[in-house]
């Protein structure tokens, strides 16, 4: 019995090891290829080599690197302070305040989680132009900080907080801001953070949008420079992936930084009752 | 007396310099020309040093080039041109050549009509054409992608063959040079990818024809040139010496790492080529294999794109006459663009200029640009249609069933052009 059961574990193992070598090699490859020439690339070269200097020195003396990556900093911090404020009032909403067309209004606004994007293309930047938002940054904030999967995903973990902490709290004679900003949001910390996680890599991973309303180098974000750079007679393979390289950093920063409320948020509520 | 007409003499003089200043001041060109382009090894920098050779003369012009994908770019200008919206849209955009039709039929009205602008007779006839509609030329020509055959000397004189032996030759005595060059180097003699289609754009063009005729319409079953193209894609796969890759970085990488002979594409390939180091001295350029067809000759082209004024931008009088006097024009711009960046243009007259006629390293000395530059001149002009990504799509979902000899290639032929049809609605 003891036997088999260390076998078991055995395989488990020889598993986790495997799913690792598979999800972790990519990582590898993108940080081996920074250091080798684009020739070395291609050939398919696995190891290091020691053209990351001029890899680097490629890369910030072709492009203004400093601003784009202020760039899409800019558009992601307003984009994820704006979804936290407007899409979780609105989850709030939908949560605590019942009125009878709440589930039709509701169920309205997921509807257009069906909707695909490209259908809201060209409506969106028609409407784009006449609001003289075109080629700016207000322009991409604005347009996502009413995200639905966010409303969605924030009232399913509402959903657990108890309605009678509200309920004590009015009569006590607070506010509903007062209720919402000073009871609400501080014991929905976890939640809160799994939606910052999840728009911080929407928004910094943000391509189509951006690619459409943005129309000047001065204002391009980091996935529309790497986009442009690999189409080529002739692309800077050990340049591009320096480039993803420093894109994919704020990413893996903020997601083992958050790491533990992700896992939290995504699991369920962390109040304790 | 004398002096009094002196003094008139100088009044009227100073009079002409000071209207004349202030008249040259009034017509000095100014604005902001805005151009979308992708590459930021080639058509980018290429931009960038026409922009300051504008700039120089006339001062008060400034430019703003964007940096986008290809694809990036096509996206863009569809949202744009679909929406009916010309705030977003440069005054100058990059287009590539199989592509150029799609646009001018698609939106008829939204591109400049340079016929009478610029001078077209200066450019390679095949460029202009694709550019042509209804008998108005719409684009600014620019880089070529006539085509040539790279070969590895060391490979070929191992395999008992000289330069001699591979010029003007058919694709028959390809494959057979093929498998001599497999038999004495174990080498492949060619890399590609089995769902390819360049090397069949190659093909065709050296014969004159394409997936569409003159007025458009579908061409596939009856196409000769198709037909024998299947036939020598078939043969070079069952001959076996190909090096099947898949996808861009692996057709490069073959030839980077010694593991082809020689490799068939456009003059834009130097680039890559050049990249490896290591094989300096070891390769030359033929002329492009030609079809066992009637007709068909040893020049063809893979790519290219070219130049587009937006009729609704901004600045276009002004993006019109830079074109004009850059691309149309500069001959020194060329030998330029030729020695920095490896650009053959279409401007004819540019090709007399040092920089084509310098003998390279590492093509054994041979004068690669005084070649293709001849080899520009003889690639038939055809009509590349509005479909011929639909086209290459459909031509290559039958190809694993001829490569296996599961169907004739006339009724793979036949397929495919139903299929053609049926997703493009002719």
Same mark, same amino acid.
């Given at each position: 019995m003891k036997k088999n059961y260390s076998i078991n574990r055995i395989l488990v193992y020889v598993f986790l090891v495997f799913t690792f070598i598979v999800s972790v090699f990519p990582f590898y490859w993108m940080v081996a290829g920074m250091t080798n020439s684009a020739v070395d690339v291609i050939k398919g070269k696995m190891t290091f080599g020691n053209q990351m200097l001029s890899n680097i020195t490629t890369l910030f003396t072709t492009y203004n690197m400093v601003r784009i990556l202020l760039n899409s900093l800019k558009v992601t911090g307003f984009t994820v302070l704006g979804i936290l404020i407007v899409s979780s009032m609105a989850a709030y909403g939908f949560q605590i305040y019942s009125s009878p067309a709440r589930e039709k209004v509701y169920g309205l606004i997921i509807l257009? %989680? %069906?909707? @695909?994007?490209i259908a809201l293309m060209i409506p969106l930047f028609r409407l784009i132009v006449k609001m003289h938002?075109?080629?700016?940054h207000s322009g991409l904030v604005l347009t996502s900080i009413a995200s639905v999967f966010i409303i969605f995903f924030l009232r399913q973990s509402f959903k657990?907080? @108890?309605?009678e902490i509200i309920q004590a709290a009015r009569v006590d004679g607070a506010g509903e801001f007062r209720i919402f900003f000073s009871i609400f949001i501080p014991s929905m910390k976890s939640s809160y953070a799994a939606a910052a996680i999840y728009s911080f890599m929407a928004s910094w991973n943000a391509y189509l949008w951006p690619l459409i309303i943005l129309q000047t180098d001065k204002q391009k974000t980091v996935t529309l420079m790497i986009s442009s750079m690999?189409?080529?007679?002739? @692309?800077?393979w050990g340049v591009i992936m320096t480039a993803i390289v420093i894109a994919t950093l704020p990413i893996i920063i903020v997601f083992f930084g958050f790491q533990k409320y992700f896992v939290q948020g995504m699991l369920g509520s962390s109040l304790k009752q | 007396m004398l002096k009094r007409k002196f003094i008139i003499l100088v009044v009227v003089c100073l009079f002409l310099v000071v209207s004349s200043i202030t008249y040259a001041e009034s017509t000095e060109k100014s604005g902001e020309i805005t151009i979308w382009s992708w590459d930021p090894n080639f058509n980018i920098p290429i931009m960038q040093e026409a922009a300051e050779r504008y700039a120089k003369d006339n001062p008060k012009v400034t430019f703003e080039i964007t940096e986008l994908a290809k694809a990036d770019v096509e996206q863009k200008l569809h949202i744009n041109l679909a929406s009916g919206?010309?705030?977003? &849209?440069?005054d100058i955009v990059l287009i590539e050549d199989y592509n150029a039709q799609k646009y001018l039929q698609s939106y008829p009205?939204? $591109?400049? /009509?340079l016929t009478d602008k610029i001078?077209?007779? /200066? $450019?390679?006839n095949y460029k202009v054409g694709l550019m042509t509609l209804d008998g108005k030329v719409y684009g600014v020509p620019f880089d070529s992608g006539v085509s040539g055959l790279f070969y590895r000397t060391d490979y070929l004189e191992k395999a008992g063959y000289k330069s001699e032996d591979l010029n003007n030759i058919t694709w028959d005595k390809f494959i057979e040079i093929g498998k001599k060059v497999k038999e004495k180097t174990? =080498?492949?003699?060619i890399g590609f990818g089995l769902d390819d289609g360049g090397l069949m754009r190659i093909m065709m063009q050296s014969a004159g =024809?394409?997936? $569409?005729d003159d007025k458009g319409n579908v061409n596939l079953s009856n196409n000769d040139a198709l037909k024998e193209a299947f036939k020598t894609y078939k043969a070079i796969v069952d001959s076996g010496i190909i090096k099947k890759t898949s996808g861009w970085s692996e057709w490069v990488a073959a030839f980077n790492n010694g593991d082809t002979a020689s490799v068939v594409t456009g003059v834009w390939i130097i680039g890559s080529v050049k990249? /490896?180091?290591?094989?300096?001295?070891k390769w030359k350029v033929a002329t492009t294999p030609r079809l066992n067809?009637?007709?068909?000759?040893n020049a063809s082209n893979l790519g290219g794109s070219s130049w587009y004024v937006l009729?609704?931008?901004?600045n276009r009088d002004l993006a019109i006459d830079f074109l004009n006097q850059i691309?149309?024009?500069d001959i020194d711009f060329y030998q330029k663009i030729l020695m920095d960046r490896g650009a053959v243009g279409t401007? &004819?007259?540019?090709?007399?200029?040092a920089a084509y006629s310098k003998e390279d390293e590492f093509f054994s000395g041979q004068k690669v640009y005084t070649d293709f530059s001849g080899w520009i001149k003889a690639i038939p002009t055809i009509n590349y249609g509005i479909y011929t990504y639909e086209a290459d799509a459909a031509i290559f979902t039958v190809m694993p069933d001829v490569y296996s000899g599961k169907i004739s290639i006339e009724d793979a032929l036949e397929k495919a052009e139903e299929q053609l049809k049926d997703q493009i609605n002719r």
């Open positions: 257009f %989680m %069906m909707v @695909p994007f938002l075109l080629n700016t657990a907080f @108890p309605y690999s189409s080529a007679y002739f @692309p800077e | 919206v010309t705030a977003g &849209l440069p009205g939204a $591109f400049a /009509d001078k077209f007779s /200066d $450019f390679a174990g =080498k492949a003699m =024809k394409w997936y $569409f990249a /490896d180091k290591a094989s300096s001295g067809i009637a007709g068909a000759v009729e609704n931008s901004k691309y149309a024009g401007y &004819l007259p540019a090709q007399s200029g």
